[in-house]
Nanobody
Framework: VQLQASGGGLVQPGGSLRPSCKASGFIFRFNAMDWYRQAPGKERELVGTISSGGSANYTDSVQGRFTISREYARNTLYLQMNNLKPEDTGRYYC???????WGQGTLVTVSS
């Protein structure tokens, strides 16, 4: 199993980013997927989950600002992040729901 996240970076408050995650080693279309994040000095937290059918739900702090989507043909998961805030800073990880495997994540820094 491989989960290769990319697309993080440095952005100003109010800006947008769209990290992606390329999945391999399992049948992507049959699995729910999550995005997690870990801020410096804090526990890893769930950002949101998308079902195998494409329905997503989000933690309250990102509801209305973040959107999770998936592209089955490319085995790729996306996280559209809009109106970013400094408290969104952290390393973002994609995750296969229910399995204990973590890729390297991608770092997002929101700062002026």
């Amino acid at each position: 199993v491989q989960l290769q996240a990319s697309g993080g970076g440095l952005v100003q408050p109010g800006g947008s980013l769209r990290p992606s995650c390329k999945a391999s080693g399992f049948i992507f279309r049959f699995n729910a997927m999550d995005w997690y994040r870990q801020a410096p000095g804090k526990e890893r937290e769930l950002v949101g989950t998308i079902s195998s059918g494409g329905s997503a739900n989000y933690t309250d702090s990102v509801q209305g600002r973040f959107t999770i989507s998936r592209e089955y043909a490319r085995n790729t998961l996306y996280l559209q992040m809009n109106n970013l805030k400094p408290e969104d800073t952290g390393r973002y990880y994609c995750h296969r729901t229910g399995y204990d495997y973590w890729g390297q994540g991608t770092l997002v820094t929101v700062s002026s």
